[in-house]
C-alpha cells in the first residue's frame, strides 16, 4: 500500500523568511514518481515537480527547491524568501509503476504575512 | 494551449437530486482522472480513463455514482439521489496518457448538497 504524510497541518512565515515543508512517503514499489501540487485560494492544483525514484538529485527552481532523500523516504519542498503569493495548500503526491491513481498526502497550508 | 476545464464551477443541489459534472480534459490527453476532495478525507481519487479501455471505477464510493467519457474526450461524472456527505470539491485531472505521466488538473466543481 502506498502512502504519503504531511506531517504538518499549517504554518505560519513572515515574508522573506525560508520555509520548508515536509513529506514522507511509503511504498513497496522500487520504481515510483513524487509530486508537488500547489493550490491557491482559486482552488486549481497547480503543478510543481515531478521526480521519478531513481533521480535522487536535488532540484532547484528559482526560489523554490526540493530535496529527495530515498534513505528517509521523504521529499521535502523548501520555499526561500517566501512572498505573500505563496500562500496556499501544497500537496505532495505518490504514483507508482504498478498504479496510476495519485496518493496524496493531507496537505500543508502555508500563510505568508507581510 | 488551454487546461482542463470543469463544469460548473458551483453546484447547489438538494438532497435526492441527481447532478452532473463535466470535464474537459487538455486537448490530446487520453487519460482523464476523476477526484474527490473533502475536508474529512482530502484527495481521493474516484474513476480513471484511458483512451477506449474500460475505465477503473475501483474509487467510487458508491453505485449512486458513475461516469461516462464520450469520444475519449470530454466526462460527466454523475452522482445519484445526491446525500449531504457527497459535498465535496470534485476535481478532474488530464495526462498525456502513459501510467505516472503527470496530471493537470482542473479548477474544480464545488458541489453543495443542501
Known amino acids: 500500500a502506498q502512502k504519503v504524510t504531511q506531517a504538518q497541518t499549517e504554518i505560519s512565515v513572515v515574508e522573506k523568511e525560508d520555509v520548508t515543508l515536509d513529506c514522507v512517503y511509503e511504498?513497496?514499489?522500487?520504481?515510483?514518481?513524487l509530486f508537488w501540487y500547489k493550490q491557491p485560494p482559486s482552488g486549481e492544483l497547480v503543478f510543481l515537480i515531478r521526480r521519478n525514484s531513481f533521480d535522487e538529485q536535488n532540484e532547484i527552481s528559482g526560489r523554490y527547491s526540493w530535496n529527495f532523500q530515498k534513505s528517509t523516504s521523504s521529499f521535502n519542498f523548501t520555499i526561500t524568501a517566501s512572498q505573500v503569493v505563496d500562500s496556499a495548500v501544497y500537496f505532495c503526491a505518490l504514483d507508482v509503476n504498478s498504479g496510476y491513481a495519485l496518493n496524496f498526502g493531507k496537505g500543508t497550508s502555508l500563510l505568508v504575512t507581510p | 494551449g488551454a487546461g482542463v476545464s470543469q463544469s460548473p464551477s458551483n453546484k447547489v443541489t438538494e438532497k435526492g437530486k441527481d447532478v452532473e459534472l463535466r470535464c474537459d480534459p487538455i486537448s490530446g490527453h487520453t487519460a482523464l482522472y476523476w477526484y474527490r476532495q473533502s475536508l474529512g478525507q482530502g484527495l481521493e481519487f474516484l474513476i480513471y480513463?484511458?483512451?477506449?479501455?474500460?475505465?477503473?471505477k475501483s474509487g467510487l464510493p458508491s453505485d449512486r455514482f458513475s461516469a461516462e467519457r464520450t469520444g475519449g474526450s470530454v466526462s460527466t461524472l454523475t452522482i445519484q439521489r445526491t446525500q449531504q456527505e457527497d459535498s465535496a470539491v470534485y476535481l478532474c485531472?488530464?495526462?498525456?496518457?502513459?501510467?505516472?505521466?503527470?496530471?493537470?488538473f482542473g479548477p474544480g466543481t464545488r458541489l453543495t448538497v443542501l
Open positions: 480513463f484511458q483512451g477506449n479501455s474500460a475505465p477503473d
Open positions: 485531472a488530464s495526462s498525456s496518457g502513459g501510467l505516472t505521466d503527470t496530471q493537470y
Open positions: 511504498t513497496r514499489d522500487t520504481t515510483y514518481y
